[in-house]
């Protein structure tokens, strides 16, 4: 099994920036790929961004530009960058990961998930 711990969220106004991490614990490989997800009220979970084990990246086209995905696989840590917050990237942000290496948009391809923290951009 493997655990995930995320942590950064908070409040911030509209224009700030937030960075979430995920620490993973347990039976963790550097080998798995790992996604951010969220989720706001009344909404379907939504794919945030993934980035494999050699840094190949992927982001949904909203947040393309604003939010930057990296690991420091010493640390089995996973963070989102996220700049130029806006009220509707406000979610519970949650971390995932990935048995396999390669980066899915798709939630259902990823195999652990963290319990996430709640992120809020005021306007």
């Known amino acids: 099994q493997v655990q995930l711990v995320e942590s950064g969220g908070g409040l911030v106004q509209a224009g700030g920036s937030l960075r979430l991490s995920c620490a993973a614990s347990?039976?963790?490989?550097?080998?798995?790929?790992m996604g951010w997800f969220r989720q706001a009220p009344g909404k379907e979970r939504e794919f945030v961004a993934a980035?494999?084990?050699?840094?190949?990246?992927l982001y949904a086209d909203s947040v393309k530009g604003r939010f930057t995905i990296s690991r420091d696989n010493a640390k089995n840590t996973v963070y989102l960058q996220m700049n130029s917050l806006k009220p509707e990237d406000t979610a519970v942000y949650y971390c995932?990961?990935?048995?396999?290496?390669?980066?899915?948009?798709?939630?259902?391809?990823?195999?652990?998930w963290g319990q996430g923290t709640q992120v809020t951009v005021s306007s």
């Open positions: 995932a990961a990935r048995r396999l290496s390669g980066v899915r948009r798709e939630g259902s391809e990823y195999d652990y």
């Open positions: 980035i494999s084990w050699s840094g190949t990246t």
């Open positions: 347990g039976r963790t490989s550097n080998t798995y790929a």
